[in-house]
């Protein structure tokens, strides 16, 4: 299938801009960009642009779809007093309560207010301890529904039992084995965290990841739980305890890395694993903010994800600026070169995990577009795209009017084109009724 764009703004975060230009896309990939009006292309489908703004999507390097339907949720219960209580209080009860059933639902819907806000990349880490077995198989099924594409993981944890550990190691090698197929769906050995996690359980998790060249994907030092559990059981700090087993290997995702020393800072800068930020969850939990700043002053390598904190990727990457101004007092912290490395990041992790580069609008890249409804007051040129995208946005005037997944339209005119939303929604609030009845 051939499609072609015309007639809008063209425009990346690599440099590439256009005032007016055209986009080929056959198959799954770019086949052209260009300025001015576009070539014959014989057997295409054209669509007008009519001026508005064509950019690449958007990835999520770390999403909790399973957490779509607490959005409102009542709690008998809930005053936490530090992070270990949020997780006692709300999400173990949730994910305790979830079944194959409500993993569906949950990561249908999730996976629709991905679309909605951009993103067609979601790199997520599940758990759902009462139905472990074909949990990530069912998470395919409704993210293949919607058109994304997706890394899955089941967060092997200690926590429940020695037999809900082997059933959350089973269910990542038989997802990689069976479902993953390295382009619409890759695969992770999850884990929890290093504080639900015993010296056993981190060789076993390393000894089934090996042969299937499986990197990792762990939350790292989110509260200070983490690190005071492996200084007290262990002798070491949170990330020199993962290196310990070999963890910190290309496309191992350290999700938060917030109580970090400087030699971990070290350690992490010497690896080639990525710590992903996800500044929104971080202030709602209270646990402190990640030293973005300093991480990639060492050459620690940094992405951005919400941490199911919704799906908005743009807000979320104003939100690593805010929290870094906050943090350090400087109004300068995060400038833009570091916001657009972070975005890269995410790019070149879509890369590692589908095989086909992202994020840049040439010949060869993935054909996973958004053209956004925006019709901005001020110019928009080859050097201020970002700050477009962080303002525009957050004024409400750049939403998705068109997103594009592996070379598919997937949602025109702000209507999502592959499933119908309507009964998809009726169905998912009467699947979060069954769940909150049991919590
Ligand atoms: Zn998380």
């Known amino acids: 299938m051939i499609l072609l764009f015309e007639r809008g703004k063209i425009a990346d975060f690599f440099g590439t801009f256009f005032e007016v230009g055209y986009v080929v896309v056959e198959g799954e990939r770019i086949a052209a960009v260009g300025p001015g009006p576009a070539p ?49 209080q709300l999400w173990w009860k949730l994910d305790r309560a979830l079944d194959l059933d409500g993993v569906y639902h949950s990561a249908r819907v999730g996976a629709l207010d991905h679309l909605h806000t951009g993103v067609t990349v979601v790199i997520d880490h599940h758990a759902s301890p009462s139905a472990i077995e074909g ?51 890759s695969a992770h050995m999850g884990l929890h965290a290093s504080f639900t996690l015993s010296d056993e359980t ?18 790292l030092a989110e509260g200070k739980e983490d690190p005071t559990d492996a200084l007290q059981k262990y002798g070491l700090r949170t990330a020199e305890r993962l290196d310990k087993f070999g963890l910190l290997t290309p496309g191992t995702l350290l999700i938060h890395g917030i109580h970090l020393s400087q ?10 694993a990525s710590v992903v930020h996800n500044p929104r969850s971080n202030m709602n939990n209270a646990v402190g903010a990640a030293q973005i700043s300093a991480m990639m002053a060492k050459g620690v390598k940094v992405a951005l994800g919400t941490d199911g904190f919704g799906t908005d ?10 929290l870094a101004h906050h943090a350090t007092g400087l109004p300068t912290t995060l400038p833009d070169p570091e916001l657009l490395a972070i975005f890269r990041r995410n790019y070149e992790l879509a890369e590692r995990f589908f095989g086909l580069p992202f994020g840049k609008l040439a010949s060869g890249f993935a054909a996973d577009l958004v053209v956004w409804d925006y019709n901005p007051p001020t110019p928009v040129h080859a050097g201020n795209l970002l700050g477009h995208f962080l303002f525009g946005h957050i004024s409400g005037g750049l939403r998705p009017y068109l997103v594009v997944g592996q070379g598919r339209v997937l949602l025109r005119n702000g209507q999502v084109e592959t499933v119908d939303e309507k009964p998809v929604l009726d169905q998912a609030r009467a699947a979060a009724q069954r769940l909150w009845s049991k919590i």
Do not use: W
């Not at 339907?69 to 209580?85: C, D, N, Y």
């Not at 990727?313 to 805010?322: D, K, P, S, T, V």
């Open 202 to 219: 981190l060789a076993k998790a390393a000894a089934a990841a090996e042969p299937l060249g499986l990197a990792f994907h762990t939350h």
């Open 135 to 185: 949990s990530l198989g069912a998470i395919k099924r409704a993210v293949a529904e919607v058109g994304l594409r997706a890394d899955l993981c089941y967060e092997v944890t200690d926590r429940g039992g020695l037999r809900e550990r082997d059933l959350g190691l089973k269910e990542n090698i038989r997802f990689a084995q069976e479902e993953a197929d390295g382009k619409r769906f």
């Open 313 to 322: 990727m743009i807000g979320e990457l104003l939100a690593a600026r805010l």
């Open 40 to 88: 014959d292309a014989p057997g295409a489908t054209r669509i007008d642009l009519e001026g508005r703004l064509l950019t690449p999507s958007l990835v999520n390097a770390h999403a909790h779809l399973y957490s779509s339907l607490a959005r409102g949720i009542p709690l008998k219960v809930f005053s936490p007093t530090r992070f270990g209580e949020i997780l006692e």
């Open 263 to 272: 030699a971990e800072l070290d350690l992490l800068a010497a690896r080639p």
